[in-house]
T-cell receptor, first 111, second 112 residues
Framework: DVKVTQSSRYLVKRTGEKVFLECVQD?????MFWYRQDPGLGLRLIYFSYDVKMKEKGDIPEGYSVSREKKERFSLILESASTNQTSMYLC??????????FGPGTRLTVL | QKEVEQDPGPLSVPEGAIVSLNCTYS??????FMWYRQYSRKGPELLMYTYSSGNKEDGRFTAQVDKSSKYISLFIRDSQPSDSATYLC????????????FGRGTSLIVHP
């Protein structure tokens, strides 16, 4: 069974804090993704990575950065959290065919 | 026009009904078609996927792709209250970008 795990299910942070969200997959997948999901807006791609140390911007990269130092781990960083970054954050991984598997999600609240 | 269109619903049906969930798309290069189920406050779960055209069946679920009409469907037979969730379709081209294109999801409510 594919497993994608995320470091936290719920997180509450203050405006201006640096926030780290971590994602780990156990299927040796090349591709990893970070999305955010907001009511009425669907899934929006923040960043994706197709290999270690490789990253590409998605549709909404502003205010975020990512790190992929190992194949199984993909981190999302909010350099200075803002209230408009309150959202559900979803990590996914996929092999070359592209069938993506999602983690359980992190519900981040920025106060 | 969005690349993938999906009616947000909600679609409300009685238990035992046959449910039809649909997506239309504009990119004829899509070859991989996926359906995800997402329960409230959880991550999406890959339900079914098909390659190119045709049908695929898994228990009470049938995925259907009509490439000539650029239309995909997910049928749920004998629907149960536990099927109440948001269903997202996703599509991907073969080769090229690894990024799938998602619909916004249809909310399904199966009432006892």
């Amino acid at each position: 069974d594919v497993k994608v795990t995320q470091s936290s299910r719920y997180l509450v942070k203050r405006t201006g804090e640096k926030v780290f969200l971590e994602c780990v997959q156990d299927m040796d997948h090349e591709n990893m993704f970070w999305y955010r999901q907001d009511p009425g807006l669907g899934l929006r791609l923040i960043y994706f990575s197709y290999d270690v140390k490789m990253k590409e911007k998605g549709d909404i990269p502003e205010g975020y950065s990512v790190s992929r130092e190992k194949k199984e781990r993909f981190s999302l960083i909010l350099e200075s959290a803002s209230t408009n970054q309150t959202s559900m954050y979803l990590c996914a991984s996929s092999g070359l065919a592209g069938m993506g598997y999602f983690g359980p999600g992190t519900r981040l609240t920025v106060l | 026009q969005k690349e993938v269109e999906q009616d947000p619903g909600p679609l409300s049906v009685p238990e035992g009904a046959i449910v039809s969930l649909n997506c239309t798309y504009s990119n004829s290069a899509f070859q991989y078609f996926m359906w995800y189920r997402q329960y409230s406050r959880k991550g999406p779960e890959l339900l079914m996927y098909t390659y190119s055209s045709g049908n695929k069946e898994d228990g009470r679920f049938t995925a259907q792709v009509d490439k000539s009409s650029k239309y995909i469907s997910l049928f749920i037979r004998d629907s149960q209250p536990s099927d109440s969730a948001t269903y997202l379709c996703a599509m991907k081209v073969e080769g090229g970008s690894y990024i799938p294109t998602f619909g916004r999801g249809t909310s399904l409510i199966v009432h006892p």
